[in-house]
Protein backbone atom coordinates (compact mmCIF):
# COMPACT_ATOMS: atom_id res chain seq x y z
CA UNK A 1 0.00 0.00 0.00
CA UNK A 2 1.21 3.59 -0.93
CA UNK A 3 0.75 5.70 1.79
CA UNK A 4 1.60 9.45 0.83
CA UNK A 5 1.74 12.20 3.83
CA UNK A 6 0.81 15.57 3.20
CA UNK A 7 0.43 18.94 4.81
CA UNK A 8 -2.00 21.68 4.53
CA UNK A 9 -3.52 20.21 0.56
CA UNK A 10 -6.68 18.66 1.46
CA UNK A 11 -9.59 20.59 -0.66
CA UNK A 12 -12.75 21.25 1.25
CA UNK A 13 -14.53 18.91 -1.20
CA UNK A 14 -12.21 15.92 0.20
CA UNK A 15 -12.96 17.53 3.80
CA UNK A 16 -16.73 16.67 3.08
CA UNK A 17 -16.09 13.45 1.93
CA UNK A 18 -14.37 12.67 4.74
CA UNK A 19 -16.39 13.65 7.14
CA UNK A 20 -19.33 11.83 5.30
CA UNK A 21 -17.30 8.25 5.02
CA UNK A 22 -17.49 7.91 8.81
CA UNK A 23 -21.35 9.03 9.10
CA UNK A 24 -20.41 12.66 10.61
CA UNK A 25 -22.30 15.84 10.01
CA UNK A 26 -20.49 17.34 7.19
CA UNK A 27 -19.89 21.50 7.21
CA UNK A 28 -20.89 23.08 3.46
CA UNK A 29 -18.36 23.54 1.37
CA UNK A 30 -17.64 27.48 2.20
CA UNK A 31 -17.44 26.20 6.02
CA UNK A 32 -15.03 23.48 5.28
CA UNK A 33 -13.08 25.68 2.96
CA UNK A 34 -12.84 28.89 5.95
CA UNK A 35 -12.22 25.23 8.77
CA UNK A 36 -9.13 24.59 6.66
CA UNK A 37 -7.75 28.00 5.63
CA UNK A 38 -7.85 28.78 9.60
CA UNK A 39 -6.31 25.56 10.75
CA UNK A 40 -2.57 25.91 12.07
CA UNK A 41 -1.52 22.63 10.16
CA UNK A 42 -4.11 19.96 8.04
CA UNK A 43 -2.88 16.42 7.73
CA UNK A 44 -3.48 14.12 4.97
CA UNK A 45 -2.36 10.05 4.14
CA UNK A 46 -3.40 9.58 0.63
CA UNK A 47 -3.56 5.68 -0.93
CA UNK A 48 -3.32 5.85 -4.65
CA UNK A 49 -4.01 9.87 -4.88
CA UNK A 50 -7.05 9.25 -2.76
CA UNK A 51 -7.65 11.36 0.74
CA UNK A 52 -8.03 7.84 3.02
CA UNK A 53 -7.18 10.15 6.46
CA UNK A 54 -6.76 13.68 7.98
CA UNK A 55 -6.27 15.62 11.74
CA UNK A 56 -6.10 18.92 11.93
CA UNK A 57 -4.77 21.25 14.21
CA UNK A 58 -6.17 24.83 15.67
CA UNK A 59 -4.65 26.79 18.71
CA UNK A 60 -2.73 29.32 19.69
CA UNK A 61 0.61 27.70 18.00
CA UNK A 62 2.40 28.01 21.35
CA UNK A 63 0.64 26.54 24.66
CA UNK A 64 -2.72 24.62 23.48
CA UNK A 65 -2.66 22.88 20.25
CA UNK A 66 -6.23 21.19 19.84
CA UNK A 67 -6.51 18.19 17.56
CA UNK A 68 -9.31 18.21 15.87
CA UNK A 69 -11.30 15.80 13.01
CA UNK A 70 -9.20 12.83 13.38
CA UNK A 71 -11.03 10.35 10.44
CA UNK A 72 -9.89 7.72 8.62
CA UNK A 73 -12.42 6.39 5.83
CA UNK A 74 -13.89 2.81 7.13
CA UNK A 75 -12.42 1.33 4.20
CA UNK A 76 -8.66 2.30 5.31
CA UNK A 77 -8.75 1.80 9.28
CA UNK A 78 -6.99 -0.87 10.62
CA UNK A 79 -3.94 -0.50 8.77
CA UNK A 80 -1.87 2.06 11.01
CA UNK A 81 -3.16 4.98 9.29
CA UNK A 82 -4.01 6.95 12.42
CA UNK A 83 -1.45 6.22 14.36
CA UNK A 84 0.74 7.61 11.56
CA UNK A 85 -1.44 10.67 11.60
CA UNK A 86 -1.17 11.25 15.26
CA UNK A 87 2.29 11.06 14.77
CA UNK A 88 2.74 13.63 12.35
CA UNK A 89 0.60 15.77 14.70
CA UNK A 90 2.82 15.29 17.63
CA UNK A 91 6.23 15.59 15.69
CA UNK A 92 4.08 19.45 14.45
CA UNK A 93 3.26 20.36 17.49
CA UNK A 94 7.19 19.09 18.78
CA UNK A 95 8.38 21.49 16.21
CA UNK A 96 6.76 24.55 17.15
CA UNK A 97 7.79 24.40 20.98
CA UNK A 98 11.33 26.12 21.56
CA UNK A 99 13.46 24.55 23.62
CA UNK A 100 11.85 24.41 27.34
CA UNK A 101 8.64 25.49 26.41
CA UNK A 102 5.81 22.49 27.37
CA UNK A 103 2.18 22.73 25.66
CA UNK A 104 -0.69 20.79 25.98
CA UNK A 105 -2.17 18.96 22.73
CA UNK A 106 -5.77 18.33 23.54
CA UNK A 107 -8.82 16.68 21.82
CA UNK A 108 -12.44 14.80 22.14
CA UNK A 109 -12.40 11.42 21.54
CA UNK A 110 -15.19 10.08 19.26
CA UNK A 111 -16.98 7.45 21.13
CA UNK A 112 -15.60 4.54 21.91
CA UNK A 113 -12.24 5.62 20.48
CA UNK A 114 -10.65 6.32 23.74
CA UNK A 115 -8.48 3.72 23.75
CA UNK A 116 -6.71 4.79 20.63
CA UNK A 117 -5.75 7.61 21.64
CA UNK A 118 -4.57 6.20 25.56
CA UNK A 119 -2.43 3.99 22.99
CA UNK A 120 -0.87 7.65 21.34
CA UNK A 121 -0.28 8.69 24.77
CA UNK A 122 -3.31 10.51 26.13
CA UNK A 123 -4.73 10.65 29.35
CA UNK A 124 -8.48 10.95 30.09
CA UNK A 125 -9.77 14.43 31.19
CA UNK A 126 -12.91 13.35 33.47
CA UNK A 127 -12.80 15.18 36.32
CA UNK A 128 -10.39 16.28 39.63
CA UNK A 129 -8.28 19.53 39.10
CA UNK A 130 -8.94 19.88 35.20
CA UNK A 131 -12.20 19.33 34.82
CA UNK A 132 -14.47 17.64 32.37
CA UNK A 133 -14.41 18.53 28.82
CA UNK A 134 -16.78 20.56 27.68
CA UNK A 135 -18.93 22.06 24.74
CA UNK A 136 -21.65 24.04 23.37
CA UNK A 137 -22.77 24.14 19.69
CA UNK A 138 -23.72 27.60 18.89
CA UNK A 139 -25.94 28.28 15.28
CA UNK A 140 -26.50 31.86 13.53
Same mark, same amino acid.
Do not use: H
Given at each position: %??????????? $????? @?? =??? !???? /????EQAAAA??????? =??? *???? #??? $?? /????? @?? /? %??? =?? &? @??? !??????? #???? *????? $????????????????? $?????? /?? #?????? &???FTDRSG? !????? %? #? &?????
Amino acid at each position: %MDITAETNTLT $AGEFI @DL =FRS !VSWS /APCEEQAAAALQNSLAV =FTL *RIGG #KAA $AM /ARIIG @DG /A %MTF =FI &K @DVI !VSPEFQG #KGLG *RQLMA $AVEDYITRQLAPGWTAW $AELMSA /AW #KEGFYR &KCGFTDRSGG !VLGAG %M #K &KKIRR
